[in-house]
């Protein structure tokens, strides 16, 4: 039996889907994984798509990125999918404001569009600490204030509607506390350029979160290793079982 998972996001959806249909298929577990990406898109500009049934968003399939653009509505209506996940824009997740009431009305509309779905969010991370993303600003350019923004935000939402958080700023959080991957102790910085994961530790933990949160699959028992077509970067057998242990 597959189970379908559709994430309604932008570059940190991508982000953590990439890895996802092929880490649960090494443990056995069948997924169908679409993630549609418009890149920095917010809660607010995705029920603004909805509403106007915007053929705006780039399909992703299994990881796989296409040419296809379809709405939102195309989409939910192809399947009956078992996991409906969205998020807020990285840049805003701080700042509860931005969050209603888009949050509110997207999750009112899937839950009447697909009954049968499970809602969920994934909770965005906090950007590196020398990140030079323009937002970051924003929040003092301290990772901490970024993240402890952001997790009370999530939190708050998610208990309001009942909803899954998938933990994922929380991971990403714990693994940098281990040197190896703590900037400011000369570790790698688990984001490839401040803010998006890196590809091959950073998306491999969101994976794994997403299959225990989702599935409740055996993540730390996975011996999968992720084939990464963006770099030439070898994977260190140390670092991704560090990183498999902290979800």
């Known amino acids: 039996m597959t189970t379908d998972i559709l994430a309604i996001g932008n570059s940190f959806s991508r982000d953590a889907t ?28 995705h029920w603004r798509n909805i509403e106007k049934d915007e053929t705006a968003y780039q399909y992703q399939e299994n990881g796989v990125i296409t040419d296809r653009y379809v709405s939102v509505s195309d989409v939910l209506h ?3 999918w078992d996991f409906i996940v969205t998020q807020q824009s990285s840049h805003d997740s701080g700042w509860i404001d931005t969050y209603e009431p888009f949050a509110g009305l997207i999750f009112e509309y899937l839950k009447k569009e697909v009954p049968g779905a499970q809602i969920c969010m994934q909770q965005t991370w906090a950007y590196e600490v020398d990140s030079n993303h323009g937002a970051f600003m924003r929040y003092n350019r301290d990772q901490q204030e970024m993240y402890r923004r952001s997790r009370d935000n999530y939190t708050q939402i998610a208990k309001k509607y009942g909803i899954i958080l998938i933990p994922c700023g929380d991971v990403i959080q714990n693994i940098r506390k281990h040197p190896e991957f703590d ?37 730390r028992e996975c011996d999968f290793v992720p084939k990464c077509c963006d770099t030439e970067e070898t994977v260190d057998r140390k670092l991704l079982s560090l990183v498999q242990g902290e979800v």
């Open 183 to 219: 900037v400011s102790k000369g570790g790698i910085s688990i984001c490839r350029d401040g803010f998006h994961m890196h590809y091959l530790y950073g998306r491999y933990a969101l994976a794994c979160t997403w299959a225990k949160a989702l599935l409740h699959a055996p993540v």
């Open 78 to 80: 192809s399947m009956s």
């Open 18 to 45: 990439a890895y996802l249909h092929d880490l649960c298929a090494s443990m056995g577990l069948s997924v169908h994984v679409v993630n549609l990406y418009i890149g920095g898109c917010s809660l607010e500009q």
